[in-house]
């Protein structure tokens, strides 16, 4: 598993694009931001991008915060056994910074910017490989 980060257009699609070959749209990238459910079922390609993590995050906090750790986690379990079903399978994870600026002062804001910063967290633990994209410029976290 991938996983890539930086600040919001600051080139993270364009960089996953350009090293997976792979279009957007297309039957090989999901958008959180454009769709609340990502079904794995039938789904042959070699790689696989999702994008709009921290929405996902947000739908999931707004849904249930109290659960939102078990949910989380549970996806990225799914995530990972999918990857491990077919040789050569990846799955690519986009998922935009929101741990820098202004903290919120409503709570349920403040509560998907934790909750985000979580989750990016397990991903990196989990993920063999992290790139973080700054004004359209790689560097490799891990």
């Known amino acids: 598993m991938y996983?890539?980060?930086g600040g919001a257009f600051h080139g993270k699609g364009r960089f996953v694009q350009q090293h997976f070959q792979v279009d957007k749209p297309s039957n090989q990238w999901f958008s959180y931001f454009h769709e609340n459910?990502?079904?794995?079922d039938g789904y042959s390609d070699s790689?696989?991008?999702?994008?709009?993590?921290?929405?996902?995050?947000?739908?999931?906090?707004?849904?249930?915060?109290t659960?939102?750790?078990?949910?989380?986690?549970?996806?990225?379990?799914?995530?990972l056994d999918f990857e491990r079903e077919a040789p050569?399978?990846?799955v690519v994870l986009i998922g935009t910074d929101v741990?820098?600026?202004?903290v919120p002062m409503e709570r349920e804001l403040r509560d998907i910017r934790d909750m985000t910063g979580w989750f990016y967290q397990e991903i990196v633990?989990?993920?063999?490989?992290?790139q973080l994209i700054w004004y359209g410029l790689a560097q490799t976290l891990k």
Do not use: H, P, Y
């Open 3 to 5: 996983f890539i980060t």
């Open 37 to 40: 459910q990502l079904t794995l």
């Open 47 to 65: 790689v696989l991008v999702i994008e709009g993590l921290e929405q996902l995050v947000a739908n999931v906090v707004k849904q249930d915060a």
């Open 67 to 79: 659960s939102a750790r078990e949910v989380l986690s549970m996806l990225l379990e799914k995530w």
């Open 88 to 90: 050569g399978r990846s």
């Open 99 to 102: 741990g820098k600026g202004i």
């Open 125 to 130: 633990q989990r993920a063999a490989a992290v």
